[in-house]
């Protein structure tokens, strides 16, 4: 078992720099997960981590063993690939075994023929089959272990990969976007199955996936990434509590927050489509600035009232549970979202104005550069959006 | 033209013209191969097997399977060999793989028997290149010492490039010992590139995932990843090159026709050519018919060899 | 990796590989070379690539009662225009490019049709049609060269430009290439061309053809090249008539014409008929590649 750190670790395609300097601590048997959106850089991290790429600059770090110019093989990790990159021409059992044979045979023990009269390898084989068979009953895999990985279906193929990855008892393992090519219900049901190995294995794990819900469901901590930078890292309820930048407030929640375009004045009261907040910047600084509300903070209100926003509702999205309401809002460019039970907003028909307000202590505030800004306590003097 | 008729007239053609221009004759030449039959003649005579028992028998007919099959079994494995080899090294360059590919494919879209013809006169005995190079050598002296293994303490005599030198290159196609070779050699050049091409598109189709989980795995060599993930998966793309190779090989004409004519002492009788002498220029159709039907028998046990490799092992689904 | 680049590796691969590109160039640098240079300058392997190029005697020339100053050429010229004059190259070229473009149009006219059905309709007997196409596929057609040839003979057709073409009108390899393709093309496509109020005959000729564009051209290729540089079809059924013959079996006439030391013009013919496909190839080779790629089932 191992933790994993990265030092400044850049990536440089000639020109085109895909990682700008990243720093990241792992810590010993966590689930970390590195999401982003496709091209963020994600990826390459974990090959970095792997060996599979090199750095361009920067330090990789196992166990604090420094690994920069180790191969692959000799760092003690494993990994389970998107298309699961099983060996199409083996069995499942001999899949198990191959990272094994790699191993633990030397080069005359794994030689075809030959290799039988090598004394010795006889008594290892036996060792390797025995070890392939335990991880094969832990994932009750057992009675696929002649199949060739054409002939199990996405799910299975699933499992022999995990199995592959196992079979090592590699310090950690290194997942990349494992669960993107098995369908939606198998998707996830495989969520909770992989933190449950996550808990029995006691291993590092390090999982990049561009869906922010699997992030948000397994990681103990999770890492957002965006054009070569890592934006923010922490526990998933603390992303989506307080993202630090509005890009990550963006990533990460289904539907989106909402961003609402804001101004604030010398004194840092903050108004928003003609409404005054109730919280203000903590260090006043006139300019434009970027309210930020999730779907869930906004409450439907059954009449106009004062200090509401508004805004024609264009569609009804009915989730069974929930309900989602766009709205068109005069001044905002996307369409807002607010999340309401179905029977609180019965009243409200498609075409119609709708007016809202938002629960107070739940807007975060981004300046132009993207970034958090601090906020004071909610002031009863000020008026309420 | 109505929907449920087009098909009729989409088909049709195409039907009639199989029928008449590939399965017929093959009929005819099965038919013809027990006749005497020839051009201009108003009939003809039911021979029996007499066309076979004549190929099965007569030693020229002997030399004409021997030389086949030694082409065949000189170009196959070296055409085949050099495809991989070089589609290998190209796909590992850094830089430059896109002009060696070029270039090695060149031959694949010349005209062969020109090619062939340029190929005579650099393989000329006196004034042709090949030999003024090899000759031009033999008064170097380290040059001649390492070739002939002199440096060795051996007799350069004794050694072929030793013996060319003192004595007289060989005459390459005028001679019946080198002539197959020579018309094999042109036939590799020609052909490899061809394989190359077909090895290059197998590469691409391997998954690069699967030489990373090979990485991960241990395969730290490129020897290690190419036993574990390149051969294997080759598997389909080996079996469709050398069926490719063996039946363009076995058709080999031109070079033949151009530069030996079957000759010296039938050295490069090959069977399109026996068939091409026989039939057409010495008019006898019957035995002409008989080497096509037994051509076509080789060509039907190398598919059927092909069919089995493909519905057995190579097919990873 | 970080692994330090093996510049050694590299090094030792291009070694390995430009030995290599010398030898498959070998015969196109002598073609060219011995093209351009004077016949003592072939024999004698002198003058690199270009030769001296010092006036030299057409004898030819001199034969036919012109005055010796009329005479005088470089080597270059002398070659080039001897191809052209002792040889009628322009005629073969011609005949060249009839027969590859005839047999190609012709295949497409036959193939794209049976394809369309093959894939796209259902009729009975498609089952025995399309296993007919695969068995064809195992033909050979120079295997089968002595029977066409008998056939040919009998309804006296040799020496003509059919005997060229007919053979190759149906290309089984074509329907197949073809019905692979439209097979990936959804149906829905056609449905709407029929909704539209397209016949079948429309579909297949505004519809399926333009998307077949990729693949005709892969197999456009295969074909023109083949039919090009073939010369075993032409030797079989043109005997004699020059008028119809195609740039191999003209440039193999040549050589049986020419005595011994008409190197040059004849490797300037043999430039000539080369080149064109070649420098085609060169400015196309990815598509070309691809094409033989695709195609590369015979």
């Given at each position: 078992?191992a ?12 020109t085109?720099s ?42 990789v ?6 690994v ?28 198990l ?16 023929l ?12 036996a ?38 990855a ?60 965006m ?28 539907p ?10 010398a ?10 907040l109730?919280e ?64 609180e907003v ?6 119609e ?31 309420v959006? | ?5 087009a ?9 009639l ?9 093959v ?6 191969s ?14 029996g097997?007499?066309n ?6 007569r ?6 399977f ?16 050099l495809g991989?080899?070089?589609a290998?090294l ?25 090619m062939a ?6 393989l ?18 380290w040059l ?37 070779g ?6 590799i ?62 058709q ?49 046990i ?14 990873y689904? | 990796?970080?692994f ?9 691969k291009?070694?390995?590989l ?6 498959v ?22 003058g ?18 012109n ?19 002792e ?26 049709p ?28 120079h ?18 430009y059919?005997?060229?073409?007919v ?5 089984v ?52 090249v ?42 300037a013919a043999?430039?000539?008929i ?25």
């Amino acid at each position: 078992m191992a933790g994993i750190t990265l030092r400044q670790v850049t990536k440089k395609y000639g020109t085109l720099s895909v990682l700008n300097g990243i720093d990241l601590d792992i810590a010993d048997g966590e689930f970390l997960t590195l999401v982003g959106p496709s091209g963020c850089g994600k990826s390459t991290t974990l090959r970095i981590i792997a060996g599979l790429e090199a750095q361009s600059t920067g330090d990789v770090k196992i166990d604090d063993r420094l690994v920069n110019d180790v191969r692959p093989s000799q760092r003690d990790l494993a990994m389970v690939f998107q298309s699961y990159a099983l060996y199409p021409h083996l069995t499942v059992q001999q899949n198990l075994m191959t990272p094994l044979r790699m191993r633990d045979l030397n080069f005359w023990e794994r030689l075809p023929l030959l290799g039988f009269l090598v004394p010795g390898r006889r008594a290892k084989m036996a060792q390797i089959e025995e070890d392939a068979r335990k991880v094969a009953e832990a994932l009750k895999i057992v009675p696929l272990l002649g199949r060739k990985p054409g002939q199990l279906s996405g799910g299975q193929r699933q499992r022999v990969a995990l199995g592959r990855a196992m079979v090592r008892n590699p310090a950690a393992f290194l997942m990349d976007e494992p669960l993107s090519n098995l369908d939606a219900s198998l998707r996830v049901h495989m969520r909770a199955e992989l933190s449950e190995l996550h808990r029995d294995l006691g291993a590092t794990f390090v999982y990049v996936t561009h869906d922010q819900a699997e992030a948000l469901t397994m990681s103990d901590r999770m890492a957002v990434m965006m054009d070569g930078d890592l934006l923010q890292l922490g526990p998933p309820d603390e992303v989506y509590e307080d993202p630090q930048d509005i890009r990550v407030a963006e990533f990460i929640g289904s539907p989106k927050m909402n961003i609402l375009p804001g101004e604030s004045d010398a004194n840092g009261t903050i108004t928003c489509l003609g409404l005054t907040l109730d919280e203000g910047l903590a260090t006043p600084q006139p300019g434009k600035v970027s309210v930020g509300l999730r779907p869930e903070h906004l409450h439907v209100q059954p009449r106009e009232t004062a200090e509401c926003f508004s805004g024609r509702l264009t569609y009804k999205e009915n989730l069974g549970s929930d309900l989602f309401l766009h709205l068109e809002m005069a001044g905002v460019e996307n369409k807002a979202v607010i999340r309401a039970k179905p029977h609180e907003v019965d009243f409200a028909a498609v075409g119609e104005t709708v007016w809202f307000k938002a629960e107070s202590g739940r807007m975060r505030v981004f300046g132009t550069d993207g970034k958090r800004v601090a906020l004071t306590a909610p002031d009863t003097k000020r008026k309420v959006g | 033209m109505g929907r449920n008729r087009a098909h009729i007239w989409f088909v049709g053609p195409a039907v009639l013209l199989m029928i008449v221009l590939l399965i017929l004759p093959v009929f005819v030449a099965a038919a013809l191969s027990f006749t005497d039959y020839s051009l201009g003649n108003s009939s003809f005579d039911w021979v029996g097997t007499k066309n076979y028992d004549a190929l099965f028998s007569r030693s020229s007919y002997a030399k004409m399977f021997s030389a086949s099959l030694t082409y065949v079994l000189l170009v196959v494995p070296i055409s085949v060999a050099l495809g991989l080899g070089s589609a290998l090294l190209i796909s590992s360059l850094r830089i430059g793989g896109e002009l060696y590919k070029a270039v090695f494919f060149l031959p694949v879209m010349a005209t062969l028997l020109a090619m062939a013809i340029v190929w005579e006169f650099a393989l000329h005995p006196i004034v042709g290149i090949v030999n003024d190079v090899l000759s031009a050598g033999c008064d170097i002296g380290w040059l001649h010492a390492l070739l002939s293994g002199s440096w060795l303490g051996r007799d350069p005599l004794s050694s072929w490039y030793g013996d060319g030198c003192a004595d007289s290159f060989p005459l390459w196609l005028g001679d019946k010992d080198y002539a197959l070779g020579t018309i094999a050699f042109i036939g590799i050049w020609q052909g490899f590139g061809f394989n190359m091409v077909l090895y290059l598109a197998g590469l691409t189709s391997v998954p690069r995932e699967l030489y990373q989980a090979a990485q991960m795995d241990g395969a730290d060599s490129a020897w290690e990843r190419f036993k574990l993930v390149t051969w294997p998966m080759l598997g389909p793309t080996n079996v469709f090159v050398i069926t490719i190779s063996s039946i363009r090989s076995f058709q080999v004409f031109d070079t033949v026709e151009a530069l030996t004519r079957g000759g010296p002492s039938k050295s490069t009788y090959v069977m399109i050519y026996a068939m091409f002498e026989k039939g057409v220029k010495q008019n006898l159709l019957g035995i002409g018919s008989a080497i096509t039907i037994i051509f076509l028998g080789f060509v039907l046990i190398l598919t059927l060899i092909q069919v089995y490799f493909v519905n057995r092992k190579v097919h990873y689904g | 990796m970080t692994f330090r680049a093996s510049w050694l590796g590299e090094f030792l691969k291009h070694s390995v590989l430009l030995a290599g590109a010398v030898v498959v160039l070998l015969p196109f640098y002598l073609m060219l070379s011995y093209s351009l240079k004077s016949p003592a300058e072939i024999e004698s392997n002198t003058g690199g690539f270009v030769g001296a190029q010092e006036m030299m005697t057409d004898r030819r020339c001199l034969k036919a009662g012109n005055p010796p100053e009329d005479c005088e050429m470089r080597p270059i010229v002398y070659n080039y225009t001897a191809a052209f004059s002792e040889a009628p190259l322009l005629r073969y070229m011609l005949n060249g490019v009839f027969v590859t473009v005839s047999i190609f149009v012709i295949q497409v006219i036959i193939a794209l049709p049976c394809a369309y059905a093959l894939s796209k309709l259902r009729f009975w007997g498609r089952n025995v049609v399309f296993g007919l196409v695969i068995f064809c596929l195992l033909i050979p057609v120079h295997a089968i060269a002595l029977p066409l040839y008998i056939m040919l003979a009998k309804v006296g057709l040799t020496n003509t430009y059919a005997a060229l073409i007919v053979p190759w009108s149906i290309s089984v390899f074509g329907i197949f290439l073809m019905r692979q393709f439209f097979m990936t093309v959804p149906d829905d496509l056609i449905d709407a061309a029929r909704i539209d109020g397209m016949s079948e005959f429309s579909i297949v000729w505004r519809v399926m053809l333009p998307t077949a564009i990729p693949a005709l051209l892969a197999f456009g290729i295969f074909s023109v090249v083949a039919h090009w540089n073939d010369y075993y079809w032409p030797r079989v059924v043109i005997t004699g008539n020059r008028d119809l013959m195609t740039p191999p079996l003209g440039l193999r006439m040549f050589k049986s014409d020419l005595d011994g030391n008409e190197y040059g013009p004849m490797m300037a013919a043999s430039t000539v008929i080369v080149m064109p496909l070649v420098i085609v190839f060169l400015l196309a080779q990815r598509r070309f590649i691809e094409g033989i790629t695709m195609t590369g089932m015979k």
